[in-house]
């Protein structure tokens, strides 16, 4: 799976769309962008995942750019339970031989300020 | 409601005892995975399953052990061989469409 590069950590105001970029410049052809977001001591949460296209769900935005190369998350109107860790993970999305394991790194810790 | 289910939340053990460590889920999900997660740490793979009676090693497989009798269940047992145990233990598994893996609550294991 392609390795991703994302920022430590951010902050966003209360009701404020957060942007969250995720660089992932050796994705291969065959592979999805997914993003999750864990909560202290909690499973991590799946919340969208896209191949080359923008997708929208009820949590948020996914917006690849046309080289696939990196994409951004974006929650339109953040509340404080947003705060979290959010992991970008890209993996192939068939179903094909092989692990299918998700290697997450450390991700972007978001914090929502009132 | 549809899910995963992994128990307990919190366990402690002693060194040189084997734990068990329960994940079910009802989701009809043929793959399942168990991954570990250190403080400030990403996710590590120890075991994954794609089918009932097969199982894999992941990354960091020494020192535990897992069983796939039925679709819905895939136990981790961490064992005394397993030098530095405690830490945050979560299944998963995967589906359709989009083969997206989810994740249960977690489980915190503490050596004393």
């Known amino acids: 799976d392609a390795k991703t590069t994302q920022p430590p950590s951010m902050d966003c105001a209360e009701g404020r769309a957060a942007n969250l970029p995720c660089n992932h410049s050796?994705?291969?052809?065959?592979?999805?962008v997914y993003w999750y977001r864990q909560i202290h001591s909690q499973g991590p949460q799946y919340i969208i995942h896209?191949?080359?296209n923008n997708e929208t769900n009820e949590m948020a935005s996914l917006i690849i750019t046309e080289d696939r190369k990196s994409s951004t998350l974006i929650l339109p109107h953040a509340t404080l339970r947003d705060t979290a860790v959010y992991y970008c993970?890209?993996?192939?999305?068939?179903?094909?031989?092989?692990?299918?394991?998700?290697?997450f790194g450390k991700g972007t810790k978001l914090s929502v300020i009132p | 409601d549809g899910g995963i289910t992994q128990s307990p939340k919190y366990l402690f053990r002693k060194e040189g005892q084997n734990v068990t460590l329960s994940c079910e889920q009802n989701?009809?999900?043929?793959?399942m995975y168990w991954y570990r997660q250190d403080p400030g740490q990403g996710l590590r793979l120890i075991y994954y399953s794609q089918i009932v009676n097969d199982f894999q090693k992941g990354d960091i497989a020494e020192g535990y052990s897992v069983s796939r009798e039925k679709k819905e269940s895939f136990p981790l047992t961490v064992t005394s061989a397993q030098k530095n145990p405690t830490a945050f233990y979560l299944c998963?598994?995967?589906?359709?469409?989009?083969?997206?893996?989810?994740f249960g609550e977690g489980s915190w294991l503490t050596v004393v």
């Open positions: 989701l009809n999900h043929d793959a």
């Open positions: 050796t994705i291969s052809g065959n592979e999805y």
């Open positions: 896209g191949l080359k």
């Open positions: 993970i890209v993996r192939v999305g068939n179903s094909g031989a092989g692990s299918y394991q998700l290697t």
């Open positions: 998963a598994s995967r589906g359709v469409p989009g083969n997206t893996i989810y």
